[in-house]
């Protein structure tokens, strides 16, 4: 049985990376095009203006992870009624959040665009139409989350791939189309990004009514799953109002007190976050409703068995891909764009640093949700995690850097991930010092020697196109052989030997 699942996971997830390497080849490519096409000061200022616009999902943050956790657990009952209903009061509560997000949006976010923003003033009415547009987009996105979200609970993930591929490929001509473009670009840009998330809405919605039947929603308000659902969120809804704290806020501190150039140095590194994260979060994406689903079957073993793999796995792969960025940060983004914003090098490294905890942490979270037993996790992490925005301000306020509210986001990270493992404790009664010898230990092990010999290339040699291929290449094969002799296990080296002799044999 378990193999089964485990082949599905691999299948699923096989998916997801086919997706992934179609959309981080197309979007690094238009982003450089997006920039070079807006320039410097109007990127930074679609990014500080959607930025500010995203603030407002505070009021549906943490419904997007209870929306899957309430899917996953009726999926894993096997209750076809209650998915249903489960599925209706989600659409319903999503409806009703996004006509709340856009009466609060209008009343109160075009006094703070003209009153506390920096963009220059020549620029205020493009950046008002990239406000109401932004706005759009946002709320097609919220729209489409239960969709999205039943996708993945049936683990489609074949569909969810294509649609996610399609998406990218009308970016991409948004991309050439900006080019071309000979009215203002800024407002031409905002504007098909909204269309663009409306089409795409629209091809989830006909994709589940098609394939299940539970997505067919019952207009009869069901006022008690209703406040079931909004109770689980209403906690996992303050860890999100924390996630755009240290997003959306510092985008906006930033922007407060250096400008838009700023946006943009932290807009490239967040692209960069993205592309590296996305590798990780189609694992997890493919992983995470097991998780939940054997909870659900009361399988505990098998669920501490993927919360442990899934936790290594996902900071090898995101560490595999870090260390050549890390290591040759300034001759990637030097290929890559035409002109870099000053401090883009410095955001990246730490906010990449910031990703491998998360990384780590993440299964953790999930595993909390599956309890159903959120508030003093919630609470706990959110908390620790809502200080990093007054914290940052302070700093910034004293004259420190830009870099300082990345530092503070990794130091925090650091400590609500050591928060994490023992609240978790107290909900499912896993051994902290099995996973610190499972899992921690052997990454550390796997990151500290594998850093040898890319590290002793980038300092003999000079910065070229060849050092760049040498480094990364020595990143790839050193954790690759590390990853083997010290972070596998016994049965998961057997497995790759398997897969190995199959490959030769072929």
């Given amino acids: 049985m378990q193999k089964h699942k485990s082949a599905s996971i691999t299948k699923n997830t096989l998916f997801l990376y086919i997706r992934m390497l179609f959309t981080l080849s197309t979007s690094l ?157 800024l407002i031409v840009y905002a504007i098909l990004l909204a269309i663009i998330q409306l089409f795409i809405r629209i091809i989830y919605t006909k994709y589940c009514q098609r394939n299940f039947n539970e997505s067919h929603i019952s207009w009869h308000f069901n006022i008690k799953k209703i406040k079931q659902i909004y109770s689980f969120a209403g906690w996992a809804m303050f860890g999100g109002l924390a996630s755009i704290g240290f997003t959306q806020g510092l985008n906006i501190l930033l922007n407060i007190f250096f400008g838009p150039t700023v946006n943009s140095a932290r807009a490239i590194a967040v692209q960069i976050q993205n592309a590296i994260n996305s590798f990780v979060l189609n694992f997890q994406t493919a992983i995470n409703p097991r998780i939940i689903k054997a909870y659900a079957e009361e399988q505990k073993p098998y669920m501490f068995q993927l919360v442990f793999a899934s936790s290594k796995f996902s900071f090898i792969l995101i560490y595999a891909l870090s260390l050549p960025i890390i290591l040759e940060t300034h001759q990637i983004l030097t290929l890559w764009l035409k002109y870099t914003p000053d401090n883009t090098e410095t955001f990246i490294r730490i906010i990449i640093l910031t990703s491998m905890v998360d990384a780590m942490a993440n299964p953790f979270m999930r595993t909390a949700d599956a309890t159903g037993k959120i508030k003093t996790y919630q609470l706990t992490i959110g908390t620790l995690l809502l200080s990093i925005a007054p914290v940052s301000y302070l700093l910034l306020k004293c004259g420190m850097p830009p870099y300082s509210v990345f530092i503070v986001h990794l130091g925090i990270t650091i400590v609500a991930f050591m928060a994490r493992l023992y609240i978790v404790k107290t909900l499912v009664n896993y051994s902290i010092k099995s996973y610190i010898k499972l899992v921690v230990i052997k990454v550390f092990i796997v990151a500290s020697l594998s850093t040898i010999i890319p590290f002793i290339c980038l300092k003999l040699m000079e910065e070229n196109v060849c050092r760049l291929i040498i480094t990364t290449t020595s990143s790839l094969i050193m954790v690759g052989i590390t990853t083997y002799i010290f972070a596998l296990t016994q049965s998961e080296k057997t497995i790759i030997n398997q897969k190995l002799k199959r490959i030769c044999l072929q």
């Avoid at 920039?35 to 995203?54: A, K, M, P, T």
């Avoid at 009153?115 to 489409?144: D, E, G, H, W």
């Fill in 29 to 185: 490519f238009t982003s450089r095009v997006i920039l070079d096409s807006l320039g410097v000061e109007d990127y930074g200022i679609y990014n500080v203006v959607g930025g500010f616009v995203l603030m407002f999902n505070v009021f549906c943050a943490g419904l997007s992870t209870t929306t899957q956790r309430f899917l996953s657990y009726d999926l894993g009952k096997g209750d076809e009624t209650e998915l249903n209903e489960t599925f209706s009061a989600c659409v319903h509560i999503f409806l009703v959040m996004s006509l709340l997000i856009v009466l609060l949006a209008e009343i109160g976010g075009i006094w703070f665009l003209e009153n506390k923003l920096v963009i220059p003033s020549n620029r205020m009415t493009a950046a008002k139409y990239v406000f109401q547009f932004s706005l759009c987009t946002l709320v097609f996105s919220l729209i489409s989350v239960p969709y999205n979200a039943l996708i993945i609970v049936h683990e489609k993930m074949k569909a969810f791939a294509y649609i996610s591929v399609l998406e990218v490929a009308a970016k991409l001509i948004i991309a050439y189309l900006i080019y071309l473009c000979p009215v203002d670009k």
